[in-house]
């Protein structure tokens, strides 16, 4: 049914100014005060209020100030009311801060911005009014994530699903997949559909939107899937809305997904004045469903839009620019601008190459400190890093040295869940007795304890006063518990038993591993299809090669104890260190962007699941990076990485020779063995090839790896796209032959099954078949 704007407590629109009145607000009228200040294109952007607009708002170009100010200007100017914007952002902390500033600039609190949101709470409200059109009740229930597995697991088992081999969070994670698109059950394509449970994928989705609507609640993606299918089914609602909403306004486009990006499209098509602000160099969320296309085909939806290019920086320094603008030209996918700035040049960007990653930390702290004794904040510092487990080296050394410091947008090390559960099963071989750590891992992974199993445990544990291990221990022989709680306990203190008698046997590094497998934890995670799960499989693997650095067990959980009970704290001086996606909207005075190695940067996995739109998303990543720093800059790489105790050659970052070398000055590397020096690099410039390619840091390690990566290709740092696929040379034949044996870093050795270009099909003996490139193998 179509929506009476009376129905709302809304006063009717403000008359558009005309006549006598436009003439008083131009011309000779004074300019409004918060328009003082702007550079000319964003009062371009500000003025521009009629019509489609695009605003591409490079790297600390003053984005939310535009934002706000445009905001400011169609309410003074009396084009709306507040109720007649929408205005979306991506967090509520952005959406608070947004109505704060806007109150600011026009001398008051706005009230009436009832639709100023997040997509999912602006979701929410018009799904609540129209619950009806969607099968549901107008009180529905918003399931959270534990709500939806739950739900899910009930479906796999009246399906007969094996839910070990079949997950439900990958379930999960492929329903949100196609809700970000916008498909229903019934626009599932039928591959996709069958990819899960051997068909089963398609009708688990039906099943789960019918059980959804019988228990009337939604999940998340449904806030944003529900309210298309209304706009989509219902054009007298559509239609309704389409006339309310007189201005719109986007924040961070370039990270909208495909169902974000169609009812925004369709509200649109009412008075056309959206304008949407983002940077699509800056679009680094394809993992979570974000289309970078929906910025690059703005023009092409809304004919005759307007551009308007942001590219005049606030923040950082003439060759931090000048390096992140020749980087992101790489891209081919973009719309394209170049930063520029009035300041004054001050330091190149520096890189620096290391032996290993444990010089690498090395010298970073040693950098902090010295930066330290020069009176600069640790709070205005910061490590940014691609993955989440090169924090760790990070945090023990800052640790050694006496340097604090925190861990922004997740957990420190030591404290993630994955870390905390491996440390549990570690802590129990070493100490049966320790009840707190037992109970953490006692049905993780899940034993067929249930909760009535569970108090019976505490219960007899209590009434003969004996450690849980020990009650859990006498009633795996009982009968007082279930056939599959009591088998999976007596097979969890069994292997307990056998670790705690190979503890002086086996090296701690590798009881840690038998540990993690045996007990199924390891597995438990390789099943896991999330998209965390790689990362924890690569904390555990971090959390054993750092035992390496201790003589036993025992000495590694008493470091691990200390470093626990360090207090991040909360206002103090202290380095920031987090991942680069974590970095996205922050800015230090330094910034130390480590790891830049082939294979960890890009990532290899990026690499082999999209091709060239997965080295465009990590060229767009590096730019982030690059572009949070204001005055200094470090980028490092290490030759050499220890991979589950074994040392393992790596090659710098292509991106690394991407960058313009006039921005760039290459430092004096001095390479360390086991903690003794084996002499320096002298600095020079890209001309000497100091660090890259032809010749570089010839150790006997970086000679094999160069040499096994280049054989028969041609150089891997000038990539080429040929029909959309990445390629090294279209023309050259690989140089391996079918049958051949390779090693991959990843995946670990195979044998070639099929060749096409310089892509290869590998039958690897742990990680089953794989497409690759020729050159990340290496002959086994």
Sequence with gaps: MPIDLNDFDDAPPPPKPGGLAARAMGGSAAAPAYLDGLNPEQKDAVLSIDGPLLVLAGAGTGKTRVLTTRLAHVLTTKRAWPSQILAVTFTNKAAREMKERIGHLIGGAVEGMTWLGTFHAIGVKILRAHAELAGLKSGFTILDDDDQLRLLKQLLVAEHVDEKRWPARQLANLIDSWKNRGLTPDKVPAGEAFSYANGLGGKLYADYQARLKTVNAADFGDLLLEVLNIFQNHPDVLASYQQRFKYMLV????????????????????HKNICCVGDDDQSIYGWRGAEVDNILRFEKDFPGAKIIRLERNYRSTPDILGAASG????????????LHTDKEAENPVVVRGHWDGEEEARQISDDIESLQRKKVKLNDMAILVRASFQMRLFEDRFIRAGIPYRVIGGPRFYERAEIRDALAYLKVVASPDNDLAFERIINTPKRGLGDGAMKKLYDHARAARIPLYAAADA??????????????????????T???????QLPHTELAEIVLD?????GMWQADKSPEAEGRLDNLKELIRSMSDFENLTGFLEHVALVMDRDQGGDEDRVNIMTMHSAKGLEFAQVFLPGWEEGLFPSQRSLDEKGRSGLEEERRLAYVGITRAKRDLTISFAQNRQVHGSWQSSLPSRFIDELPEKHVEVAAMTTSYGGHGLGSFGTSRFDNAQAFGQGSYQTPGWQRAQANRQAGTAARHTPKFIEGELVIDGNAPSAYALGDRVFHQKFGYGRVTEIEGNKLTVDFEKAGEKRVLDSFVERG
């Design 498 to 504: 056998r670790w705690r008698g190979q503890m002086s």
């Design 475 to 496: 009633m795996s022989l009982s009968n007082e518990l279930q056939n599959k709680a009591r088998t999976g306990l007596r097979q969890l203190i069994d292997g307990f």
């Design 251 to 270: 924040d961070e486009y370039q990270d909208t997904n495909i169902a974000q990006y169609l009812w925004l499209k369709l509200l649109a098509q009412g």
């Design 518 to 522: 045996e007990s199924g934890y390891t």
């Design 327 to 338: 980087l992101i030209a790489k891209n081919e996918a973009r719309l394209g601008k170049t």
